[in-house]
T-cell receptor
Framework: DAGVIQSPRHEVTEMGQEVTLRCKPI?????LFWYRQTMMRGLELLIY????????DSGMPEDRFSAKMPNASFSTLKIQPSEPRDSAVYFC?????????????FGNGTRLTVT | SQQGEEDPQALSIQEGENATMNCSYK?????LQWYRQNSGRGLVHLIL?????REKHSGRLRVTLDTSKKSSSLLITASRAADTASYFC??????????????FGKGTHLIIQP
């Protein structure tokens, strides 16, 4: 079991550029979560999917953020256009069943720096 | 929304000592989970305690839950240098279905001095 795989591990981009973060959940897990972590705000839940369907995107900060899960083994989080305040570590996590009953398995994150 | 708050924010102890971290939350929960995060890595699940449980053990970890006080504690016994990490509690509310997202506190940064 390779665990949750995120790419890239680091991303440095200029303000205004499009950024795409990728996630491959653990095979067989049917829930997928995107979190953002900063020193100021801690871990924030951005969006989660169940069986590839977005269930709650109320944590997505604004329309510049979008997430997709075209199939059970792949998800993307896109920021367009990016801004310096988007700089953070973005984590993807998956679980077997919902977080209410199953632990989350996290990837090692993508550290995004927007200059 | 649910949110655990860990206390203290930072804790430094000597290797071999016990470390206790606390978590408080605001409203009723289905369960409470504890996670560890090593620097530069993702969070790792440690233990899940359900609202009808009062205490749970896993190796050197002991978690208690007091739903009347809306609080939980994580005790690490006989600490080791490798326990140096940030520790987070996370909650899912009673209204949440199986696919609800966990809400995390800001964590306790634990440093074990060799």
């Amino acid at each position: 079991d390779a665990g949750v795989i995120q790419s890239p591990r680091h991303e440095v981009t200029e303000m205004g550029q499009e950024v795409t973060l990728r996630c491959k959940p653990i095979s067989g897990h049917n829930s997928l979560f995107w979190y953002r972590q900063t020193m100021m705000r801690g871990l924030e839940l951005l969006i989660y999917f169940n069986n590839n369907v977005p269930i709650d995107d109320s944590g997505m900060p604004e329309d510049r953020f979008s997430a997709k899960m075209p199939n059970a083994s792949f998800s993307t989080l896109k920021i367009q256009p990016s801004e310096p305040r988007d700089s953070a570590v973005y984590f993807c996590a998956s679980s077997l069943g919902g977080a209410g009953s199953s632990p989350l398995h996290f990837g090692n994150g993508t550290r995004l720096t927007v200059t | 929304s649910q949110q655990g708050e860990e206390d203290p924010q930072a804790l430094s102890i000597q290797e071999g000592e016990n470390a206790t971290m606390n978590c408080s939350y605001k409203t009723s929960i289905n369960n409470l989970q504890w996670y560890r995060q090593n620097s530069g890595r993702g969070l790792v699940h440690l233990i899940l305690i359900r609202s009808n449980e009062r205490e749970k053990h896993s190796g050197r970890l002991r978690v208690t839950l007091d739903t009347s006080k809306k609080s939980s504690s994580l005790l690490i016994t006989a600490s080791r240098a490798a326990d140096t990490a940030s520790y987070f509690c996370a909650t899912v509310g009673v209204s949440g279905g199986g696919a609800d997202g966990l809400t995390f506190g800001k964590g306790t940064h634990l440093i074990i001095q060799p």
